[in-house]
C-alpha cells in the first residue's frame, strides 16, 4: 500500500522559510517523477515543483528562485525548501507521486497517489 505523508507546514512571516517533507511508504521515489501541489484557499490547485527519476526538476514561475525541490534517497523522502515566502505562498501543500520515471508537467491525471496535505501560512 502507498503511502504519502507530508509534514513541516506551519505559520511563517513574509520573508521566512519552511521545508516541508514528504516521506513515502511502499513506493521508492527516486524511480518516479515525484512532485508539489499547492491549493490556496478558493483557488485551483497548482503544479509547484517536480522532480523525475535523474534528478531533474522544474518549478511554476511563481516561485522560480525561491523554492527547491529535493529528495532523501535512504529516507525514502521528498522535500520541498521555500524561502522567501509571501501571503501568495499561503496554500494546502501536497506531494504527488508519478505514474512513469518521467515528468510530464502538472496535470493531475500524471500522478497516481497524493498525500493528505500540509497547511503553510504567511502572514504579512
Known amino acids: 500500500q502507498v503511502q504519502l505523508a507530508e509534514s513541516g507546514g506551519g505559520s511563517v512571516q513574509t520573508g521566512g522559510s519552511l521545508r516541508v517533507s514528504c516521506a513515502a511508504s511502499?513506493?521508492?521515489?527516486?524511480?518516479?517523477?515525484m512532485a508539489w501541489f499547492r491549493q490556496a484557499p478558493g483557488k485551483e490547485r497548482e503544479g509547484v515543483a517536480l522532480?523525475?527519476?535523474?534528478?531533474?526538476?522544474a518549478y511554476a514561475e511563481s516561485v522560480k528562485g525561491r523554492f527547491t525541490i529535493s529528495q532523501d534517497n535512504a529516507k525514502n523522502t521528498l522535500y520541498l525548501q521555500m524561502n522567501v515566502l509571501t501571503p501568495e505562498d499561503t496554500a494546502m501543500y501536497y506531494c504527488?507521486?508519478?505514474?512513469?520515471?518521467?515528468?510530464?508537467?502538472?496535470?493531475?491525471?500524471?500522478?497516481?497517489?497524493w498525500g493528505q496535505g500540509t497547511r503553510v501560512t504567511v502572514s504579512s
Open positions: 522532480i523525475d527519476y535523474d534528478g531533474r526538476t
Open positions: 504527488a507521486a508519478g505514474r512513469s520515471r518521467l515528468c510530464y508537467g502538472w496535470l493531475p491525471g500524471a500522478y497516481n497517489y
Open positions: 511502499g513506493y521508492t521515489v527516486s524511480n518516479y517523477c
